[in-house]
C-alpha cells in the first residue's frame, strides 16, 4: 500500500510550531486528572482549560484550538456535554481527541465510547485494551490498567482507525501510531511514568496541542509521542521514585528544545499491513 507521506518525523518543528501558537486546549477531562493535565500543558507551552459544563461546553469548544475528551469519570450530564462539545469542535474546524478510559469495563461505558465515536474523533488515543475493546465493543482491561500488549491491539488498531477515519495511538511501553495507512512505532519514556496518576490522560492534552494547525495528524500525534517519551525519559534520570519523577517530568517536557529532538532516533513510517 503507497503512504501519502514516509520517512522521518521532525519532533523538533512540530514542537517550535506548537510553541509558537501557544494553542488553547479544552479538556473535558476527567477529575483526577484536571490539574496534572493543565500542569503538563502549561511546561510544553499550550494553554489549558476545563470547561464541562453543559451550559456552556459546546460554546466553549468552538473557540479554543482543539478538545479534548476523556470518560474517565463519566456522568450522563458529563456524557452530553462531551457529545455536544465533540459536534461543536467538528463544526468549527477543530481538531478533537478521544480518550477512552477504561471503555470495556461496564455496559455504560462501552456505549458511551461508541456515541463519542460517530462525533468522529480526529485522533484515539488508549492503551492496548481499551483499543481492542473500543474495536470489538467488547470488555477488556482492569480498570483503567492494560491487561494486553501492545502487540495483541495492532490488528484492532488499524481496522478502528479505517473504520473511523481517526488516527489510533496505542501507549504502552512501545507506543503504536496507525492511520489505517501508515504504522509507527515509538519509543522511549521510563518505567516510572505509569507510577504517577494520569500521566496518559495529560498526554492526551499533548497530543490535542500537537494537532493544531498540523497538516497532516497522523505525523502530528507522533512527534506528540515522540515528545512525551523523551521527557519521560530525562526525567527518569534524575528521579529516584514517583514523586520525583512527577517534578522532574514537568521540568523536562518545560526543557525540551530542538538539539535535545533533533538526537531522537529517527521516527521511520512503515506501510500498515
Sequence with gaps: MTTATRGPIDSAAHL????????????????????????????????????????????????????????????????????????????????????????????????????????????????????????????????????????????????????TAAVVAVTGEIDLVTDGRRLARISGGHPLMPRVTTLGCALTGVVAAFLVDAEDPFAATTAALACYGEAGRRAGTTATGPGSFAVAFLDALYALDHDQLVTLPTLEVSDAP
Design 16 to 163: 517550535a510550531r506548537l510553541r509558537k501558537r501557544a494553542p488553547l486546549i479544552h479538556n473535558i477531562t476527567n477529575l483526577v486528572a484536571m490539574n496534572p493535565m493543565a500542569n503538563v500543558l502549561l511546561a510544553l507551552g499550550a494553554s489549558p482549560a476545563m470547561v464541562h459544563a453543559r451550559e456552556e461546553a459546546a460554546e466553549f469548544a468552538a473557540l479554543a484550538d482543539a478538545l479534548t475528551i476523556n470518560i474517565g469519570t463519566l456522568s450522563p450530564h458529563w456524557l452530553d456535554a462531551m457529545e455536544e462539545a465533540a459536534e461543536a469542535a467538528q463544526l468549527a474546524g477543530r481538531p478533537w481527541v478521544l480518550d477512552p478510559v477504561a471503555v470495556g469495563a461496564t455496559r455504560y461505558r462501552r456505549e458511551a465510547g461508541q456515541r463519542l465515536l460517530e462525533c468522529r474523533p480526529t485522533v484515539i488515543r488508549g492503551n492496548a485494551s481499551e483499543i481492542l475493546a473500543l474495536e470489538r465493543q467488547g470488555s477488556g482491561g482492569r480498570g483503567v490498567d492494560s491487561s494486553d500488549p501492545i502487540e495483541a491491539a495492532e490488528e484492532a488498531a488499524i481496522s478502528l482507525a479505517r473504520r
